[in-house]
C-alpha cells in the first residue's frame, strides 16, 4: 500500500502561483511514477503531468510552459509548481502512483491516490 497527502492548495488570483505537494509513505517511493491530476465541477478527472521514476515528465497541452512537475526521492514528495494560474485552472488537484517504469497519463493507470486539495483561481 502507498499512502498520499496533497497539500498547497489554496485560493489565489489570475496570474499568481502555486506549489502543491504530494508526500508519499508506505513503499519505495523511487520505484513509483507520479502523476497529478484534476477535477473540476462536472466534468471529468484529467492528467495534469506526469513523471516517471527517473524523471522524465509529460504535461497536458493546457498546462505546458506554465506547470512544473518534480520530485525528491530523498524527501518521498513530488511536487507541482504552478505559475501564470487561470481561472480554468480551478479543480481538485489530486496525486497519483503507480509502480511502473513509465510515465502513465489515464486514470485507469494508476493504482494509488490522495485525498485531492482545492486550487481556486479567481478572475
Known amino acids: 500500500q502507498v499512502q498520499l497527502v496533497e497539500s498547497g492548495g489554496g485560493l489565489v488570483q489570475a496570474g499568481g502561483s502555486l506549489r502543491l505537494s504530494c508526500a508519499a509513505s508506505?513503499?519505495?517511493?523511487?520505484?513509483?511514477?507520479m502523476g497529478w491530476f484534476r477535477q473540476a465541477p462536472g466534468k471529468e478527472r484529467e492528467v495534469v503531468a506526469a513523471?516517471?521514476?527517473?524523471?522524465?515528465?509529460t504535461y497536458a497541452d493546457s498546462v505546458k510552459g506554465r506547470f512544473t512537475i518534480s520530485r525528491d526521492n530523498a524527501k518521498n514528495t513530488v511536487y507541482l509548481q504552478m505559475n501564470s494560474l487561470k481561472p480554468e485552472d480551478t479543480a481538485v488537484y489530486f496525486c497519483?502512483?503507480?509502480?511502473?517504469?513509465?510515465?502513465?497519463?489515464?486514470?485507469?493507470?494508476?493504482?494509488?491516490w490522495g485525498q485531492g486539495t482545492q486550487v481556486t483561481v479567481s478572475s
Open positions: 497519483a502512483a503507480r509502480d511502473t517504469p513509465f510515465m502513465p497519463r489515464l486514470v485507469s493507470d494508476y493504482d494509488y
Open positions: 508506505g513503499r519505495t517511493f523511487s520505484n513509483y511514477a
Open positions: 513523471i516517471s521514476r527517473r524523471g522524465s515528465n
